[in-house]
């Protein structure tokens, strides 16, 4: 039985990692354990670790200046990292409002700093990107660039000349991205790196000098920067497992998955557009091609849909509680079948079938 999992994470993994880590679970290289018991003091876990930001630094074409980390706490702890050690000298923040997880960051920060809103999608519902110029004078701007419940994403890095801090969680690896546009890009490894458990921070070199001294060591990017993420344990498993999933996307090339991640998302929204029956309401630039919400403005219907999707073996439709109806998660290692099923779902489901 094939099953089509459309969560917004933790999410579907590409069946060739699974496997492979099967295949290496109780006999790691040989060496007669698992990478679950692995020291990480390991020279096969250093190994696993270096490779891990080799792939990352080669596909994302990493600047040198840019340390790239490995971390816990989910993209979570991020939003009290952020402030703690870059919110220093005018201990001010920006952001960009663009929902939920935006709004989460700013709530978190202001337990520390100042915050302030700088451009805001609220008026139209979150349903699209702030458009227009973007001023900020704070110690950095934060925004989310793709909103995993709303299914907006930004298209642009605004220009501004404070640091740029970038929630990647729902969108890392689904298309390259300039990262020397940014100075913190960051992103819980649950959606597109692997499983639940790492958060991968990369941020540029000259911001690690800003961190003040009284704060705790693992709260610190320039205690994880100068032990290379081995200070203390890190979470060895989750890595191997993004270690994987980058070797799985090199292996087919990046160019083939980012192509997939478009055509799959423009079947989806050209039946949703076509459709009499579900409609997603996002502005057409900004739609996500990694969250798709719908509904048909109908509660019952909507729960009718998702028990006959799920009787088709297609789950974890449900939208956000906070949104309602439908999201389609459809990150990297969902497979075009699982597209093409879910649409003949939608089909037989317009055309009356329950
Ligand atoms: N930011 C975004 C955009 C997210 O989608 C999520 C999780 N869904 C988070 C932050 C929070 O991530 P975590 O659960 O890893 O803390």
Redesign the pocket.
């Known amino acids: 039985m094939t099953v089509f999992n459309f969560s ?2 933790p999410a579907v993994l590409p069946v060739p990692v699974l496997l492979k880590a099967q295949s290496e679970l109780l006999n790691y290289q040989g060496s007669g354990q698992s990478v679950l018991e692995l020291s990480h003091r390991s020279t096969l876990f250093e190994n696993i670790l270096q490779d891990t930001e080799a792939l990352l630094r080669e596909l994302l074409q990493i600047p040198d200046h840019y340390h790239v980390l490995f971390l816990q ?7 009290s990292m952020l402030p703690l050690n870059l919110a220093t000298n005018q201990q001010r923040v920006d952001f960009i409002d663009t929902g ?3 709004q ?2 700013m709530q978190d920060a202001a337990a520390f700093v100042k915050t302030g809103i700088v451009a805001s999608s609220n008026a139209d519902n979150y349903r699209s990107i702030p458009a227009g110029p973007i001023y900020s004078d704070a110690d950095y701007l934060h925004l ?6 709303e299914g907006t994403t930004f298209t642009d890095a605004p220009q501004v000349d404070v640091p740029l801090v970038a ?4 969108s890392i690896l689904s298309e390259p991205i300039d990262v020397s546009q940014f100075d913190v890009i960051y ?5 597109n790196l692997g499983s ?1 458990g790492m ?1 991968l921070v990369i941020i540029k070199d000259e911001l690690l000098q800003r961190t003040p001294d009284r704060l705790g060591s693992y709260l610190r990017y320039d205690t994880h920067a100068a032990h290379h993420s081995l200070y203390n344990t890190p979470p060895t498993y989750s890595i191997y497992l993004t270690k994987l999933v980058l070797e799985w996307i090199k292996d087919q090339g990046f160019d083939t998955v980012v192509e997939r991640n478009h055509k799959q998302s423009a079947s989806l929204y050209a039946y949703l557009d076509q459709s009499v029956l579900f409609s997603n309401h996002v502005a057409l630039p900004d739609r996500s091609r990694m ?1 798709i919400p719908f509904t048909t403005g109908q509660t019952d219907l909507d729960k009718q849909f998702l028990q006959f999707a799920e009787r088709h073996h297609l789950v974890n439709l449900k939208g956000h509680r906070s949104v309602g109806g439908m999201r389609a998660s459809l990150y990297n290692a969902m497979p075009t079948a699982g597209v093409d099923a879910l649409i003949a779902i939608l089909k037989r489901f317009e055309q009356g079938e329950r």
Do not use: E, M, V, Y
């Open positions: 917004a994470g706490g989910g993209a979570t702890l991020q939003f939920s997880w935006s989460k960051a989310t660039w793709n909103n995993t419940l929630d990647f969680s729902s992103a819980g490894a649950q959606k639940a958060t969250n």
